[in-house]
């Protein structure tokens, strides 16, 4: 491996685990600890209930964990913020362009070119196909090949803009 990509591939990781695990720890501590030492305390009805910082952050989590979860399920299955983020990932993923490595490339697209080819030939012996037809099944031909070298189809995203 590279030294530019083993760089590349640490940044993922670095941003991965403390933009999803730490930096939520840390956003989660500090917002219990603010609430508590500059709200509850400060308010003396609220104080009695939550006369110590562990009862606080208890009930804190048990009512923010239901709430949290109905958040995020609206995200997912009901806002359009969130297609608007699986269609960036989409046009922004080379994979969508091309063959992933592995089985894809390696097994799948193999055997669908040669039932392609095949299939052309089955054709083609039973009756001439149409040059329509001939013409698409050569067009998918090419852009199977174009898969299996490494190349790119349709046209993927370059750059930010």
Not at 26 to 50: D, K, M, Q, W
């Amino acid at each position: 491996m590279r030294v530019s990509d083993l760089l590349f591939r640490s940044w993922y990781y670095f941003r991965s685990g403390y933009g999803t695990y730490l930096s939520f720890l840390v956003g989660y501590g500090s917002t219990l600890v603010t609430f508590y030492y500059l709200a509850i305390r400060n308010i003396p009805a609220l104080g009695e209930y939550f006369s110590r910082f562990l009862t606080f952050v208890a009930v804190a989590t048990v009512a923010i964990f239901p709430l949290s979860v109905a958040i995020g399920w609206f995200h997912v299955k009901r806002s359009p913020a969130w297609r608007s983020e699986v269609d960036i990932q989409a046009e922004a993923n080379p994979y969508n362009y091309k063959l992933p490595p592995g089985y894809y490339k390696e097994v799948l697209f193999p055997v669908l070119r040669e039932l392609l080819v095949g299939t052309m030939q089955v054709l083609d012996k039973e009756r001439p196909i149409d040059s329509a037809r001939q013409k698409r099944l050569e067009e998918l031909l090419q852009k199977l090949d174009v898969l299996l070298q490494g190349g790119y189809v349709g046209h993927p995203r370059r750059g930010m803009w």
